[in-house]
T-cell receptor, first 114, second 111 residues
């Protein structure tokens, strides 16, 4: 059973526009959420995280929004650049429950067209 | 290079052979993780160490798999009697708190 779901396998946007990547989770015990970017043949690269006590976290062009009642988070990239083309993974953990395990979604492949 | 280092990058082995992978975490990181990723999936958690103590293990980690972190620094992941289903990318990550930083992975192919 997928506890973290990324329902869009792929997304294509134009350079300079906004990219919105979505993620849903089912486990209400999750209290820490992360986004990773992955290029082919490389390990995932940490992008940004958010604790469940917040509903927004921003770092440069990347903003993560968390809606706990809907068990939904999203990653906004503004403006999108061709170098952002990669697979993006959403991950979650139950930190206050003592687990260090990250549960990942299946990823969304983002293509930013010049 | 101060990132997470994994060795080897690629390993091809015959079914039934044993393989061992090494991970060197970022030096000040006390937490170390192993994940496995197959095609079209996100990384799946295998096990977690805090210093030398193995604190969490996934049910994915069958008795053919063993991981160690003897001095709380580098870690090894051994797979005994490899099966074709073990073919995957094996990822190591480390952290202090917050987001874990991943290495480039070891691609295992069992033929």
């Amino acid at each position: 059973d997928q506890q973290v779901k990324q329902n869009s396998p792929s997304l294509s946007v134009q350079e300079g526009r906004i990219s919105i990547l979505n993620c849903d989770y089912t486990n209400s015990m999750f209290d820490y959420f992360l986004w990773y970017k992955k290029y082919p043949a490389e390990g995932p690269t940490f992008l940004i995280s958010i604790s469940s006590i917040k509903d927004k976290n921003e770092d440069g062009r990347f903003t993560v929004f968390l809606n706990k009642s809907a068990k939904h988070l999203s990653l906004h990239i503004v403006p999108s650049q061709p170098g952002d083309s990669a697979v993006y993974f959403c991950a979650a953990s139950d930190v206050s429950g003592g687990s260090e395990k990250l549960v990942f979604g299946k990823g969304t492949k983002l293509t930013v067209n010049p | 290079d101060t990132g997470v280092s994994q060795d080897p990058r690629h390993k091809i082995t015959k079914r039934g052979q044993n393989v061992t992978f090494r991970c060197d975490p970022i030096s000040e990181h006390n937490r170390l993780y192993w994940y496995r990723q197959t095609l079209g999936q996100g990384p799946e958690f295998l096990t977690y160490f805090q210093n030398e103590a193995q604190l969490e293990k996934s049910r994915l980690l069958s008795d053919r798999f063993s991981a160690e972190r003897p001095k709380g620094s580098f870690s090894t992941l051994e797979i005994q009697r490899t099966e074709q289903g073990d073919s995957a990318m094996y990822l190591c990550a480390s952290s202090v708190t917050g987001g874990a930083f991943f290495g480039q992975g070891t691609r295992l192919t069992v033929v």
